[in-house]
């Protein structure tokens, strides 16, 4: 991680179904393969969407780590993404519980647990991503109080406008703020940078590797997300990293 640089960044989702996830992941990877080691967390324990990425026993999951296993190191939660490069590592700790642990989850202390598991990842990667639900839960709470910068995900409707503007409000009464503002799905006035809707499937994802226009929006993302701009200068940043993989 270079100078400036952000460690820990949570996206932190406006609204329901705004494509924190997929975004989520979408970043993981390009700085992956931008030769980064990016780890990515889940706290948005209700949907439980990074687990759709991975494959095999999800044993034990982010939940575990917070509850009934908080003595276990975070290694042995992550899986590593796969992914079409071997210059950085991706590595996830999704959420995968049932009900009861999920409920668990959400304390006061094992909230707690979720911003020191934040703190011992950072110690690792040089990123580290939170997908992150709207701010109303303890888990919530933890994952923006202990992250570097705070970037909401907003769907780019009126109903996605409206929700950066309360979320802004929710963050600053938590002690927070939010960073950057980030739209999915189309352009936002209040958007610093803008995720484009892709047809692809999450069994497809991430397409940041293969289609050069996500690439760029990604690219964008990680600007305003972990301080990382890939047209400064003459490095070509992660567009030019990612050349080799992106076919489209």
Not at 45 to 72: K, V
């Amino acid at each position: 991680m270079s100078d400036g640089d952000v460690g820990t960044v949570a996206l932190v989702g406006a609204t329901g179904g705004a494509g924190t996830t997929r975004l989520t992941v979408e970043l993981g990877a390009l700085l992956a393969a931008d030769g980064r080691d990016v780890a990515l967390l889940d706290a948005a324990f209700a949907t439980q969407g990074l687990s759709d990425y991975l494959s095999g026993r999800l044993d034990p999951d982010l939940t575990a780590l917070l509850t009934d296993r908080r003595e276990a190191p975070l290694a042995d939660g992550l899986v590593d993404v796969p992914i079409d490069t071997d210059a950085g590592r991706l590595a996830c700790c999704p959420a995968a519980a049932p009900f009861e642990r999920l409920a668990r989850a959400k304390s006061a202390d094992s909230a707690q647990a979720l911003e020191s598991r934040i703190a011992t990842a950072a110690e690792t990667f040089d990123h580290v991503v939170v997908d992150t639900p709207p701010v109303a839960a303890n888990q919530s709470v933890a994952a923006v109080n202990a992250a570097d910068r705070v970037v909401v995900v907003a769907p780019a409707t009126t109903r996605g406008r409206d929700a950066v503007q309360r979320m802004r409000g929710r963050l600053d009464d938590v002690g927070s703020s939010v960073d950057a503002a980030v739209a999915t799905r189309g352009d936002l006035s209040v958007a610093d940078a803008v995720f484009p809707e892709t047809a692809a499937a999450v069994t497809d994802a991430p397409t940041c590797l293969d289609e050069r226009s996500v690439a760029a929006a990604v690219a964008d993302v990680a600007s305003v997300a972990v301080g990382v701009d890939p047209s400064s200068g003459e490095d070509p940043g992660l567009l030019g990293s990612v050349g080799e993989f992106v076919s489209r």
